[in-house]
Structure formats: C-alpha cells, structure tokens
C-alpha cells in the first residue's frame, strides 16, 4: 500500500533538489569560485535525506495533543512554536536550510579571507532570515498580541519609534543610568585636561598607598567608564581598594572641531602626555600603566616613541585584550582589504577631497553589534519590537550603546598601519611622533590578558604580544568575551581563567600546558602588579599638585558628551 504522505515527501525532495542545485549556482556566482561538485552532490543528498525525516517526523506528531518535542535553538525555546505544528514545520525547515547554507559557505574552494567573507555574509542573511523575526511566523508575538488584546505590538511600534528618533537599537533600559549618578561614581577629580582628554585622579580608599602610581588608558573608541561601571564592578575601585593611586584617561568625544587629529596626536598629546602629568603631580619617575583594547595599543605605542626619545617611564604595563600582532584578527578581518581602506581614506581620512571627517560612533556600534547578530541585534528587535517588551537595564549593555565619534585621519592611519598592513610589530616599518618605532624597546614587565570566548581581539592574537615585547612577561586567559571577560569581579566568584608560567611559542601550546582556575583574574593581576608599586607611602589628602590644581568633579564633562 502506498504511503499517504509519499506525494508530500516527494515534493519536498524535489524542493530540496531544487534547493540544493539553486544554491549551489547561487554560491558559484557569487563568488567565481567553484563547489566541488561532490560537495555539492553529498551536500543535497543528506538535506533531501534530513527533509524527509523532518516530515515524518512533523506527520507523527501532527495530531499529538501535547504538541511537538521542543526544539534546542533558543529563538525558538518557547513552548509555543513546538505547540504550533505550522511554526514548528517552519522553524525546523529554517534551522535544516540554514546548517545547509553554512555548509556550502564552508565548502567554497578560494582563499582563506574570501572563504571568510562568504561565510560572513551568509551567516548575515540565515540570522536575518530567522522566522522569529517575522510577527506574521512568530506564535509568541502573536499569542502575547491576542493575550494583549494589541497592547504589545502598540507598545513595540513605540519603542520602535523611540529607537528610530535616537538612531539606534536600544538593548538595554538607557533611561535607568546617568553618568555620574549610577555609572561612573567612584571618586576622584579632573586634574588635567587638553583638548583630547582629561585625567581624572581617583580618591583613596586606603590609608597607604604605593608609592608607584598607576595610569590606565581606556579604548578612545569608548567611553572610559567600562573600567567604572558600579562599585561592585569596577575595575578602577577594586585597583584603589588594594592600594594603588590611580589615574584614568578619559578621551573627549570628538566633534568636527577635532577632525584634522592624527595617531601622532593621540599618542603625544594623549597618552604620552598623560604620563608627564601623572609623573609630575606624584614626583614619580616610573609608574605602572594599563591600556585596553585600542587602548592598550596607544600606552604601547607611546612608550615605543618614549624609548627612542631615551625615556623608559613604566615600571609595567598591563594589556587588556589588545591587539599589538594585527596577523590574526578574527572576524573583523572580513572588512578590511586596500579598497575598503583607500575608500576610508578619500572620504574621512587627510586624502578626502572634502578634508577630514569624523568616523561615527554609531557606525561602530553597528559594525560590532552585527558581529553577533543573533545576540546583539535580532534577539532585540524580536523582544523590542515584536513583544514589546522594554529591554532590561545592564549597565555594560548602557554603556555600549554610549557610542564615541573618531577623527578621519586618525582613524585612518590606525586602520592601514594596524589591520591592513601590520606595522607596529616591525621595528622601523612605521614613523610615530617623528621616531621609527620599534615596541621592541619596551623592556619594562608586562601582563598580558585575553578572553577566550573574544571576537574583537581573538586571545590567540593577543597572546601574539608575548613575542613582540621583550620585557618579562606574563599571561593569562579568561573565561568569556571582549567585555564579560575582562569585567570580572572577584565577589561575583564567576567565570574561570588560565594560567601558565611558561610562554610558548604558540597559543595552542600555551593552553595545553595551562591550569584552569576558578572565578576572577583580577586577584592574579593584582599578584602580579604588587610587586612593582613600590613602597607603601601615606594616601595624599588631596587631588593633583600646586601645579595641576582639581578641575572638577569625576567623571568630568569629557564622558558625558554624545556622538
């Protein structure tokens, strides 16, 4: 006896060919690059197989009273879409067409950048694709719309609406923060400030201090505050709580007053200058500095210049997740290539026939967030817009949304010399501030950390540093992402991190001799950086010097500005 379902199954096999075969051309045009037929040929085999037992599978549970199994991926966790037999026929079909998809991405004969950037690109258009993000297939937003009586798809045209007149994607409650009231508090004052940054000098928190102060340098591409967000996670209060005095640059958010800035500007005027005045207003002759992110790259940067100008200020430095091998950047590669630079160069940068611009901050915001798509973009526009549901208040989502502009030039000089080129690690290859610079000269002790789970600066790359820099060195990798990782407070007792004396010559090497241990790094770092404070002295009574008197209360004017 025939099989009822036969004439179904049969449809969707030849659905399925006609998939595999249109994808297939699909993918071949658009790149000029061949699928090996037999990848292509087993690739449609196993999906007409897959499809066939999805059917069935939909067929046996079609009149089951409890609905279907639940289905794994979390956009669609809620019972409501394996209760639904359409939405469930939907979601799996989405899920088997998008692994497909991937694994013709992944079989594409070319060069490892062009393999990366069709798999980029695909990976874009299966996230978007996604019938969660559609209310007319998703039964959550429906349900909750009937539930509602319309009152959620009301309130997510509204907040619709709002992010549109702000130009961005809220992912988190911005109306519960203010710098200064609940983000950013710790105490301190402006003690300096010119027209790229002002330096905030912390208040002490115990009765002694070392004698050494710290200086930390934060990405200029952000607000300075990752490094202050609340007092139970704040990496500059937990630094002052063991002793040190510390000082933190907080980058101006340039308006078109600042176009014409350079890398050399940031650096001398910036960091460099920095580190006069901390040295200055503490009489100290070495300090220890921190940098992260872009951040670091700009402390290294400046000590290069330093040490061919005769002057070794640090007595350590600290890199958080930075880059200082550009070899291997992860994803963000995809977008890099000498069109997409010279492109940048004649529209923002010194080559612009309009002169220079500014690079926005919420074109960087943007970029990063559809890194992660599914994380950082759809899971908000379902929950936001389809839901109506108001995103839940996290300080680390507030700040990332708290977008910082970027001169042209600057920003240009630091995409070719960085990403395209890979400069800073070749002694002589690239001039800073007048001098041939060699990072090679930075002989001071220096901490080296990366996230594992990093997809701005993959810990691989970091651990890169180790083979650059000359000073004694240490690292040590954390559990979790570009940010989670780094903010990791010891109370909290999360998370994990990795630890190895030695240093390899690769990262792979590194982690198989590696001890896991549990919770925060930060006692690790601090460890560490005890050893090169210094004396304990007594605790200043007041901010900055007779020379460099208190402006202002912290955090300052400089982080309040928007892009």
């Given at each position: 006896?025939k099989?009822?379902a036969?004439?179904?199954?049969?449809?969707?096999t030849?659905?399925?060919?006609?998939?595999g075969?249109a994808?297939?051309?699909a993918?071949?045009?658009?790149t000029?690059l061949?699928?090996?037929?037999e990848t292509?040929?087993?690739?449609?085999s196993?999906y007409?197989?897959?499809?066939?037992?999805?059917?069935?599978?939909?067929?046996?549970?079609?009149?089951?009273?409890d609905?279907?199994?639940?289905?794994?991926d979390?956009?669609?966790?809620?019972q409501?879409w394996?209760?639904?037999?359409?939405?469930?026929?939907a979601?799996?079909?989405?899920?088997l067409?998008?692994?497909?998809?991937?694994?013709?991405?992944?079989?594409?004969?070319?060069?490892a950048?062009?393999?990366?950037?069709?798999?980029?690109?695909?990976?874009?258009w299966?996230?978007a694709?996604s019938?969660?993000?559609?209310?007319?297939?998703n039964?959550?937003?429906?349900k909750?719309?009937?539930?509602?009586r319309?009152?959620?798809?009301?309130?997510?045209?509204?907040?619709?609406?709002?992010?549109?007149?702000?130009?961005?994607?809220?992912?988190?409650d911005?109306s519960?923060?203010?710098?200064?009231?609940?983000?950013a508090?710790?105490?301190?004052?402006?003690?300096?400030?010119?027209?790229?940054?002002?330096?905030?000098?912390?208040?002490?928190?115990?009765?002694?201090?070392?004698?050494?102060?710290?200086?930390?340098v934060?990405?200029?591409i952000?607000k300075?505050y990752?490094?202050?967000l609340q007092?139970?996670?704040s990496?500059?209060?937990?630094t002052?709580?063991?002793?040190?005095?510390?000082?933190?640059v907080?980058?101006?958010?340039?308006?078109?007053?600042?176009?014409?800035?350079t890398?050399?500007d940031y650096i001398?005027?910036g960091?460099?200058?920095a580190?006069?005045?901390?040295?200055?207003?503490?009489g100290?002759?070495?300090?220890?500095?921190?940098g992260f992110c872009?951040g670091?790259?700009i402390?290294?940067?400046a000590?290069?210049?330093?040490?061919?100008?005769?002057r070794?200020?640090?007595?350590?430095?600290?890199?958080?997740?930075t880059l200082?091998?550009?070899?291997?950047?992860?994803i963000?590669d995809?977008?890099?290539?000498?069109p997409?630079?010279q492109?940048?160069?004649m529209?923002?940068?010194d080559k612009s026939?309009?002169?220079p611009?500014?690079l926005?901050?919420?074109?960087?915001a943007?970029?990063?967030s559809?890194?992660?798509?599914n994380?950082?973009?759809?899971n908000?526009?379902?929950g936001?817009?389809?839901?109506g549901?108001?995103?839940?208040p996290f300080?680390?989502?507030y700040?990332?949304?708290?977008a910082?502009?970027?001169?042209?030039p600057?920003?240009?000089?630091?995409l070719?010399?960085?990403?395209?080129?890979n400069?800073l690690?070749?002694?002589?290859?690239?001039t800073?501030?007048?001098?041939?610079?060699?990072?090679g000269?930075?002989?001071?002790?220096?901490?080296?950390y990366?996230?594992?789970?990093?997809?701005?600066?993959?810990?691989?790359?970091?651990?890169?540093t180790?083979?650059?820099?000359?000073g004694?060195?240490?690292?040590?990798?954390?559990?979790?992402g570009?940010?989670a990782?780094?903010?990791?407070p010891?109370e909290?007792?999360?998370?994990?991190?990795w630890v190895?004396?030695?240093?390899?010559?690769t990262?792979a090497e590194w982690?198989?001799g590696?001890?896991?241990?549990?919770?925060?790094?930060?006692?690790?770092?601090h460890?560490?950086?005890?050893?090169?404070?210094?004396?304990?002295?007594a605790a200043?009574k007041?901010?900055?010097?007779?020379?460099?008197k208190?402006?202002?209360?912290a955090?300052?004017?400089?982080?309040k500005q928007?892009?």
């Open positions: 006896m099989n009822p036969a004439p179904a199954i049969e449809g969707v030849a659905q399925a060919q006609a998939f075969s994808m297939g051309e993918m071949k045009s658009m000029g061949n699928l090996p037929l292509l040929s087993k690739l449609q196993e007409v197989a897959q499809a066939t037992a999805l059917w069935n599978s939909a067929l046996g549970q079609a009149g089951a009273s609905g279907g199994a639940k289905i794994s979390k956009r669609f966790a809620d409501s394996a209760g639904n037999p359409l939405a469930a026929m979601a799996q079909t989405y899920l067409n998008a692994r497909t998809l991937m694994q013709m991405a992944d079989s594409v004969q070319g060069d950048k062009t393999r990366a950037r069709i798999r980029f690109a695909v990976q874009q299966v996230d694709a019938p969660s993000n559609y209310l007319a297939l039964p959550e937003a429906l909750k719309a009937l539930d509602t319309g009152e959620s798809i009301a309130q997510g045209m509204q907040q619709l609406w709002q992010d549109i007149s702000k130009g961005h994607l809220s992912q988190t911005e519960v923060f203010e710098v200064g009231r609940n983000v508090t710790s105490e301190g004052a402006v003690v300096f400030e010119n027209e790229l940054f002002q330096l905030i000098e912390y208040k002490p928190l115990t009765a002694k201090v070392y004698e050494r102060p710290m200086l930390f934060p990405p200029c952000n300075y990752i490094l202050d007092p139970e996670n990496v500059i209060r937990y002052v709580a063991q002793g040190h005095r510390v000082f933190v907080s980058w101006r958010n340039p308006d078109t007053s600042l176009v014409h800035k890398w050399d001398d005027d960091a460099i200058k580190i006069d005045v901390v040295q200055e207003i503490t100290a002759e070495t300090i220890n500095t921190l872009v670091g790259t402390i290294a940067t000590l290069a210049v330093l040490a061919a100008r005769g070794k200020p640090a007595a350590s430095v600290t890199l958080l997740t200082i091998d550009f070899a291997e950047t992860g963000l995809v977008f890099i290539d000498e997409s630079v492109l940048r160069e529209t923002i940068g026939p309009n002169g611009g500014l926005k901050g919420s074109e960087l943007t970029t990063f559809f890194l992660r798509p994380d950082l973009v759809w908000y526009v379902v936001n817009y389809l839901k549901e108001a995103p839940p300080d680390l989502l700040w990332n949304s708290d910082t502009n970027l001169p042209g600057m920003f240009c000089w630091y070719r010399n960085t990403y395209l080129e400069k690690k070749q002694p002589g290859k690239t800073v501030c007048g001098q041939k610079l060699d990072l000269l930075i002989d001071a002790p220096v901490f080296v990366g996230s594992r789970e990093d997809h701005i600066v993959p810990w691989m790359a970091a651990y890169a180790t083979g650059v820099l000359k004694k060195k240490k690292f040590v990798l954390g559990a979790s570009h940010i990782g780094v903010i990791n010891p909290k007792n999360k998370r994990s991190h190895n004396d030695k240093l390899p010559a990262a982690l198989a590696a001890t896991e241990k549990p919770g925060s790094w930060w006692p690790e770092w460890r560490w950086l005890a050893d090169f404070g210094g004396k304990q002295v200043p007041g901010y900055g010097s007779r020379k460099y208190a402006i202002e209360p955090p300052g004017r400089y982080v928007k892009a």
